[in-house]
């Protein structure tokens, strides 16, 4: 294939790329004005803020990508958000971007978001909604605040450094894989109603932290250091081929020992393990103990 055939068809190759799109839009500088749906939003240089949102998508902006092409969005100073995503904005893809300071580096009050390959800076990442991926983004100095409502959503492929942290209320649904969460201090709180989420292959270290969560699935993942919380749910949670340097401890001196995973019931409440090797009946049900099944055959012959 000749030279003039490449350039031919590397032409017609963004010709369909371009052609996706309604609007292509550069952005300059914050505050811009931007209202068009199915539309490609590139940042084309760094930009700063100093006061009200930085880059805002909220009227019209559906099916569309905001594209920071690796530059920067800093606040100086005032600002409260470095992008915002409003909840009557929907399917959205942001990537490629570096936010640095803001109350709030990033909202999103919208549903089918999309954020890849960023990363934010000494600020605070509010999502809400459903249908929200974060995947392949560093998180330094960053709390990342997944807030009411929040449901279907995966967060993939993180790390945090510098005593970031995760705080959920009341999300359910969501997946939670590859994260690293050593070397923080409290890195991870759950609190009441975050039910029914999934977390594959999780680095976790210090406190731990489940008051009032349920039906939790913890599988593949390491706890670096010992954990102890007065406030673990009084139903069951769920603790699959983990890893753990030390004992994991409540505060009514239930443990579960390093390997293999351990039941623990204190008559209020119990944590589920599901082990690799083979479980004993009194350790999957642990109203079925020894005690239990002796009464229960006495009974049987009695009658």
Do not use: H
């Amino acid at each position: 294939m000749n030279l003039r055939r490449i350039v031919l068809l590397v032409g017609l190759v963004l010709l369909g790329i371009l052609q996706c799109f309604s609007t292509i839009q550069n952005i300059s500088d914050c505050g811009q004005s931007l209202i068009s749906t199915n539309s490609l939003f590139l940042l084309n240089q760094s930009i700063n803020d100093s006061g009200g949102t930085c880059i805002w998508l909220g009227t019209d902006e559906d099916d569309s990508i905001l594209d920071c092409q690796g530059f920067n969005i800093t606040d100086l100073g005032g600002t409260t958000y470095g992008i915002r995503v409003d909840s009557n904005v929907e399917n959205i893809t942001i990537r490629n971007c570096n936010v640095y300071g803001f109350t709030r580096g990033m909202f999103t009050g919208g549903s089918m978001i999309e954020v890849y390959n960023s990363t934010f800076f000494n600020t605070q990442l509010e999502l809400e909604l459903n249908n929200v991926i974060l995947r392949n983004s560093l998180l330094n100095n960053v709390l990342l605040e997944l807030n009411d409502g929040l449901s279907n959503s995966t967060f993939d492929k993180l790390t945090f450094e510098n005593d970031s942290n995760i705080q959920m209320s009341n999300v359910v649904n969501s997946t939670f894989t590859n994260l690293d969460l050593r070397n923080l201090s409290s890195p991870l709180f759950m609190y009441s109603e975050s039910d029914n989420n999934n977390f594959y292959n999780v680095s976790i270290s210090d406190l731990f932290f489940l008051s009032g969560s349920t039906n939790n699935s913890f599988v593949n993942s390491s706890f670096d250091s010992s954990i102890s919380s007065s406030n673990w749910s009084q139903t069951l949670n769920f603790f699959e081929n983990n890893s753990y340097v030390s004992s994991i401890i409540n505060g009514s001196g239930c443990i579960i020992t390093a390997q293999p995973e351990v039941i623990c019931d204190t008559g209020i409440w119990s944590i589920m393990s599901l082990v690799t090797n083979q479980p004993t009946t009194s350790s999957l049900f642990p109203f079925l103990s020894l005690y239990s099944v002796v009464m229960f055959l006495g009974l049987y012959f009695l009658l």
